[in-house]
């Protein structure tokens, strides 16, 4: 089991431009963050129908985005609104060390750090426990990790709330018609 701290960002860094997935707490739930989504859904036996987010460091990063897109990112980003645009999940989170290492990889994907039908892990001791089979795939960040809510995840396109979070449809629409 390879663990990290917080002081070990370059290795982080490393580990992750080379094909690894880091098991890490966001500000949501811990998470399973990649370079490549394939890999996470192999990791989490994950069903390919299902969505996983995008983190950015910025909506600057993100092309073809309308005026209610940037009202929502201005307003919520970095925080706890994935925003549905064109089929793909994207987000800014809110953790600092996180946005560092996204800063310096590029986008990462994200999912909740559990295989497919299990528990939200609450440790890297945990995570090592359900991901472990894999080896030197996956990294983990040391610590005791936060369950917090998740996300609220709003499809812009289609305007509907996919997954209830601490963001309401109230909330969105206020920001979106001001």
Same mark, same amino acid.
């Given at each position: ?10 290795? +982080? ?43 950015? *460091?910025?909506?600057? !990063? ?12 201005? !307003? ?26 996204? $800063? ?5 994907? *994200? $999912?909740? @750090?559990?295989? $497919? ?9 945990? @995570? &090592?426990?359900?991901?472990? +089979? ?5 990294? &983990?960040?040391?610590?005791? &990790? ?9 499809? +812009? ?11 309401? !449809? ?9």
């Amino acid at each position: 089991m390879v663990v990290y701290n917080n002081n070990d960002i370059d290795a +982080i860094v490393f580990e992750i431009k080379n094909n690894k997935a880091l098991i890490a707490p966001t500000d949501t739930i811990p998470g399973i963050l990649a370079k490549n989504k394939n890999t996470i859904y192999r990791l989490k036996k994950r069903n390919r129908n299902k969505k996983i987010i995008l983190f950015v *460091c910025s909506w600057k !990063h993100i092309k073809d985005l309308n005026n209610n897109f940037i009202k929502l990112a201005r !307003h919520f980003w970095p925080g706890n609104l994935t925003i549905v645009k064109n089929g793909i999940s994207y987000r800014v989170p809110r953790d600092k060390f996180l946005l560092e290492i996204i $800063s310096r990889t590029g986008p990462l994907y *994200c $999912s909740s @750090a559990n295989l $497919s039908g299990y528990n939200v892990i609450k440790n890297y001791q945990e @995570a &090592y426990d359900m991901f472990g +089979i894999f080896g030197t795939e996956v990294i &983990y960040l040391d610590g005791n &990790y936060c369950v917090n809510k998740p996300s609220t995840v709003y499809d +812009i396109d289609k305007d509907r709330i996919l997954r209830e979070g601490e963001i309401t !449809h109230e909330q969105i629409r206020n920001i979106i018609q001001n």
